[in-house]
């Protein structure tokens, strides 16, 4: 079946420093790519999506970018911030019903 | 925006009990899930309906059922609790086309004692 692969955190940076989360995924077919965010006590929020092979969803300062050719989302963000701090989500949606299948989560800890 | 909410942001149950958790989109969402969230396993998907009356079962759906009765309310059963069903319980909804985003609820953090 479908899954996602994320890079085990915590990962701790100093703020203004460059970040990468490995995400690589297995699936049938042409799946949607997303990544939501959870802060502290709150549920999941989209952070960005890319619906085809060399999409580049963007927000907030952070890019990642479809590759079918080797199965990856990686999110990117060049400048972080000590708000960036939370528990980031890499997730397919490419069946019926429209259903995710989530990666295991990357905590971020950005410290000033 | 879309706002999903869940009845309660913190429950306490003893074994054997009857849980039901609330969910209410207002959005008029065709999709709605019921996921748990568990440290190290991401989010794993328990039931979801596609629309009023319809279910269908997810990748851990035993020990819970689900209810549909109206569009934007979608209720998760814990038919007889158990101490292996504390966790994280995240629901969500979403247009029915394909590739749509899923708007999520704040969570509802259920400990059974």
């Known amino acids: 079946g479908d899954s996602v692969t994320q890079m085990e955190g915590p990962v701790t940076l100093s703020e203004e420093a460059f970040l990468t989360i490995n995400c690589t995924y297995t699936?049938?077919?042409?799946?949607?790519l997303f990544w939501y965010v959870q802060y502290p006590g709150e549920g999941l929020q989209l952070l960005l999506k890319?619906?085809?092979?060399?999409d580049k969803g963007s927000n907030k300062g952070f890019e990642a970018t479809y590759r079918k050719e080797t199965t990856s989302f990686h999110l990117e963000k060049g400048s972080v911030q000590v708000s960036d701090s939370a528990v980031y989500f890499c997730?397919?949606?490419?069946?019926?019903?429209?259903?995710?299948?989530f990666g295991a989560g990357t905590i971020l800890r950005v410290k000033s | 925006d879309v706002k999903v909410t869940q009845s309660s942001r913190y429950l306490v149950k003893r074994t054997g009990e009857k849980v039901f958790l609330e969910c209410v989109q207002d959005?008029?969402?065709?999709?709605m899930f019921w996921y748990r969230q568990d440290p190290g396993l991401g989010l794993r998907l328990i039931y979801f309906?596609?629309?009023?009356?319809?279910?269908e079962k997810g990748d851990i759906p035993e020990g819970y059922s689900v209810s549909r009765e109206k569009k934007e309310r979608f209720s998760l059963i814990l038919e007889s609790a158990s101490t292996n069903q504390t966790s994280m319980y995240l629901c969500?909804?979403?247009?029915?086309?394909?590739?749509?985003?899923?708007?999520f609820g704040p969570g509802t953090r259920l400990l059974v004692l």
């Open positions: 699936a049938t077919g042409y799946p949607s």
């Open positions: 997730a397919l949606s490419g069946g019926y019903g429209n259903k995710l299948v």
């Open positions: 959005m008029d969402h065709e999709n």
């Open positions: 969500a909804s979403s247009k029915r086309l394909f590739g749509e985003t899923q708007y």
């Open positions: 309906s596609y629309d009023v009356k319809m279910k």
């Open positions: 890319a619906t085809k092979a060399d």
